[in-house]
């Protein structure tokens, strides 16, 4: 078991993680003004499930792989790159073609649909390095080599896992209460545009990061 100083350094750390403005954040709140506060809490429900993957992988070893291959490395830095630089081109091209955030061009409400909103969450998660590298990196550390490598780091994801919901659920649900205030034509163009391009910056950022 993790010893309760070491727990709180974790709880700390990986809380300050989740609050601070990122991939996960833009995403959410991306899609929370796309369709409500159910896509959000979708969305959000997708990122919180790769950290899931991360664990494994990091708990498996494979991360040994990814970090002393550079070719492994860098095609999965330029999948995630291109992800969410699709998903930054997605909302600038509702912008050119006249849609707000929570309505179509002919005035209908924007469906809410599950699949899409827990694909969109996971790959945006899932496809980022630099989550991959800081579980790699980061979860070692509270890990006693004496019990389950793998059991343990999906308890530490597992209690990730309730903070970044808690912390993007409220996101999404802030977002929906400006539903009103958004659906201005040129709130919602504004909006669309700053986090396309948000999107797109990460994803720039990420395909020219240097591999570690």
Known sequence: MIESQLFLTFLIAITLLTVAPGVDTMVTIRNSARGGWQDGFATS?????????????????ISVILLQSANAFHVLKLVGACYLIWLGISSLRGVFNGAG???????RARPFQLWRSLREGFLSNALNPKTALFYMAFLPQFIDPEDSALTQSLFLAAIHFVIAMLWQCGLALAVNSARSWLQNKIVSHSFNTVSGSVLIYLGVRLALMKDQ
């Open 101 to 107: 955030l929570f309505s179509l061009p002919e005035g």
């Open 45 to 61: 429900a997708g990122i919180c499930f790769g950290l899931f993957l991360h664990a494994t992988v990091s708990a498996l070893g």
